[in-house]
């Protein structure tokens, strides 16, 4: 094989594959620079509706619309090459009906050539699920906390406490009856995580969930540092690049205030002829 040949990208099948196997590396993305780093390190790297609320200021995933997430699909495919590329499907694109739901994630398919597409729910999109599928759309799933529900879980609570557990093991049931090639755990006991995880023939990806899953995903400016916004339980900052970030700003602002920037290295010098006042004889 020569040395420019085009690496082999993930499939929804590869992942399927790997249930009980090495542990997948999922992360977001929402640039093109920020993808081509985590494509050298992930399985699978998803187009997060996250990019809301971490790019966009929004106060949470529900105002981002589908065209916002088709342009940073876009950006993120360009930085793409060997991960299975995911993208989020937002709120109001998909629950009206499984119809609905197939336009729209045809649309994200065609428009960013990601390889699937992510929606929230478990039961109640299982018929939505199943008909993507047969219509060859490959689903992820995500299920426990899911962010655009948050409104009617009354913030952003652990789900999956108590008797709430039996309504988390049939949704993960469903997802999975329904054809999903793996599925998400958010914010779950990791007790019901692990039961999940043992008895569903998915990969389950956790975030805030066990590390007995089969994947771990996190938003990659929360494990970096960059976002502050809040900072959920279940992320480790694996780096500070928001304070190393604001340093580097602020003595960038204090060079140029003292005019130590630009210095004599950061200009070009003048190889033209001289320029002299008056007029030319």
């Keep these: 094989m020569s040395a420019t040949a085009r690496i082999a990208a993930l499939t929804p099948p590869d992942i399927l594959a790997r249930k009980g196997g090495e542990p997948l590396v999922c992360l977001t993305a929402y640039t093109t620079p920020l993808a081509r780093i985590v494509d050298r390190h992930c399985d699978i790297v998803l187009v997060g509706d996250s990019v809301g609320m971490v790019l966009h200021g929004l106060p949470s995933t529900l105002g981002v619309t589908l065209d916002m997430m088709i342009m940073h699909g876009k950006a993120v495919r360009r930085g793409v090459e060997r991960a299975l590329l995911v993208v989020d499907m937002p709120f109001g694109s998909?629950?009206?009906?499984?119809?609905?739901?197939?336009?729209?994630?045809?649309?994200?398919?065609?428009?960013?050539?990601?390889?699937?597409?992510?929606?929230?729910?478990?039961?109640?999109?299982?018929?939505?699920?199943?008909?993507?599928?047969?219509?060859?759309?490959?689903?992820?799933?995500?299920?426990?906390?899911?962010?655009?529900?948050?409104?009617?879980?009354?913030?952003?609570?652990?789900?999956?406490?108590?008797?709430?557990?039996?309504?988390?093991?049939?949704?993960?049931e469903a997802v999975a009856d329904a054809g999903a090639f793996s599925v998400v755990l958010e914010k779950v006991?990791?007790?019901?995580?692990?039961?999940?995880?043992?008895?569903?023939?998915?990969?389950?990806?956790?975030?805030?969930?066990?590390?007995?899953?089969?994947?771990?995903?996190?938003?990659?400016?929360?494990?970096?540092?960059?976002?502050?916004?809040?900072?959920?339980?279940?992320?480790?900052?694996?780096?500070e690049l928001g304070q190393t970030a604001d340093e580097a700003i602020a003595d960038y602002a204090s060079d140029v205030r003292a005019r130590r920037f630009p210095a004599a290295e950061h200009v070009f010098s003048d190889t033209a002829p001289a320029l002299h006042k008056g007029k030319t004889e």
């Design 94 to 172: 998909y629950e009206e009906s499984p119809e609905q739901a197939f336009r729209n994630a045809a649309r994200i398919m065609a428009e960013t050539g990601c390889s699937a597409v992510k929606l929230e729910g478990g039961e109640t999109m299982e018929r939505t699920i199943r008909f993507l599928t047969r219509h060859g759309i490959p689903v992820m799933g995500h299920i426990g906390l899911t962010p655009q529900a948050v409104n009617s879980f009354g913030g952003y609570k652990v789900q999956g406490r108590g008797d709430d557990a039996f309504h988390i093991l049939r949704d993960a």
């Design 189 to 239: 006991p990791a007790a019901l995580a692990d039961r999940i995880t043992a008895t569903t023939p998915i990969p389950t990806i956790g975030i805030g969930a066990s590390a007995s899953c089969d994947g771990q995903i996190l938003v990659v400016d929360d494990m970096l540092g960059m976002f502050d916004t809040f900072r959920p339980k279940f992320v480790k900052r694996f780096a």
